[in-house]
Structures are given as C-alpha cells and as structure tokens.
C-alpha cells in the first residue's frame, strides 16, 4: 500500500463551487500533514498545515480523520486562481507526496 | 530573504553524460531534501542532508548522489544518465530534520536525450 493516495482528478467545477479533495494515508503513527499548491510547471509552494483535527484559512479548511486515516481539503466559493494541482504531504523519515489532485475552474 | 534557490533551472544531457544541479537552502535552514518529479506524478523523494551527511534515502540508485557544504548548500549529482532521469529536480529546504513545513526551489527541469 502506498503512504499516501490521492485522486487524482482531474475535477472541473464552476467558479464559485465549493470543492473537496481527499487524501488517505497509511502510517497511523503520523501527526501533521500538509497540503502543497503546485501551479503547471512550477515548484509547490505550501498551503495549509494540518496538525490536529483541522486547520481554517479563508476560503480553505483541510480536516483530519484519525480513525480512517485521511485528510481532506475543501475550498469555498472557488476563484479561477485556485487552478492548480494540490498535492497530499505526510512527512515522516521523508516527505510522502500523494500524486496530486488537479483542479480546474471554469468561468 | 531569497527562499530556496537552484540553477540551472533547465538543462540538456544525452544518455550517459553526468550532471550536477545546486541548491542554496531558505536562509536559517540546515537541512536540504531532493525530489524528482516525472509529469504528472507526485514528487518522489532521494535523499536528505543534514549536517553535511545523508540522513535518509529514497529508492533510488547509487547514480544519484549528493553533498552538503557547511554553508548548507547542496548538489545532487546523476551519473550515467538514462532517458527516464528526465524530470522537475527538485530541492526543499527546511530548519532540521524534523516533520516541519519545508520550503521549495523552482526546480531544475532535466532532459536527457
């Protein structure tokens, strides 16, 4: 099984939509969690870190499930500006990306 | 603060040649990750140095290989390059070895022909 999966997508939604990713990871001994932006053709940047039940920026919420090992990013009231592909991160004796979830918002 | 640095940020090798990409960590970072990043997948991790050591290693072969300089900077070197090296290189900076935020360069985007 691998340390993190994600879906990739790709997921196409109206400006404005609410949208949900998930992630779902392997090690229940992990304790934080990230979410990487990564735009075409450049490096991630991050986003949110998660380390406890959840976290809330703006427009954005990551929560956590212990129990069933995921995590999940949901984004308000989308902005085409949230195009990008969201990438999963469980750090332990090394980042453990997921393979990314690309988004697209269309006018 | 320049954040994390890398050059070349493109590159052009045949099969076969060596190459070495460079990173200057987030200034007050000591530790220095790399990553390669094929299209459309996820970054996949090679190694990590600390204290001008490896500390971890991912599944990749010892064609990769790499150095810390006590200034913290970094290289990763590929020998004997393959066509399937092709990818985003990239490097990650981060204060110690711990599960904290770790910051990343541009990248250096490799293609070996």
């Known amino acids: 099984r691998k340390e993190v999966e994600q879906d990739p997508g790709p997921f196409n939604v109206p400006e404005g939509a609410t949208v949900a990713f998930n992630c779902t990871y392997s090690?229940?001994?992990?304790?934080?969690f990230f979410w990487y932006r990564q735009d075409c053709r450049k490096e991630p940047k991050l986003l949110m870190s998660?380390?406890?039940s959840g976290n809330e920026d703006g427009r954005f919420t990551a929560q956590l499930n212990r129990a069933s090992q995921y995590i999940s990013l949901l984004i308000r009231d989308s902005k085409l500006s949230d195009s990008a592909t969201y990438l999963c991160?469980?750090?332990?004796?090394?980042?453990?990306f997921g393979t990314g979830t690309s988004l697209t918002v269309i006018p | 603060d320049a954040g994390v640095t890398q050059s070349p940020t493109h590159l052009i090798k045949t099969r076969g040649q060596q190459v070495t990409l460079r990173c200057s960590p987030k200034?007050?970072?000591?530790?220095v990750s790399w990553y390669q990043q094929a299209l459309g997948q996820g970054p996949q991790f090679i190694f990590q140095?600390?204290?001008?050591?490896?500390?971890q290693r991912g599944n990749f072969p010892d064609r990769f290989s790499g150095h810390q300089f006590p200034n913290y900077s970094s290289e990763l070197n590929v020998n004997a390059l393959l066509l399937g090296d092709s990818a985003l290189y990239l490097c990650?900076?981060?204060?110690?070895?711990?599960?904290?935020?770790?910051?990343f360069g541009q990248g250096t985007r490799l293609t070996v022909v």
């Open positions: 998660v380390y406890s």
């Open positions: 090690n229940s001994a992990s304790q934080s």
């Open positions: 990650a900076s981060s204060p110690g070895t711990g599960r904290t935020e770790a910051f």
């Open positions: 140095y600390y204290e001008e050591e490896e500390r």
């Open positions: 991160v469980v750090p332990g004796n090394q980042f453990y």
């Open positions: 200034s007050g970072h000591d530790t």
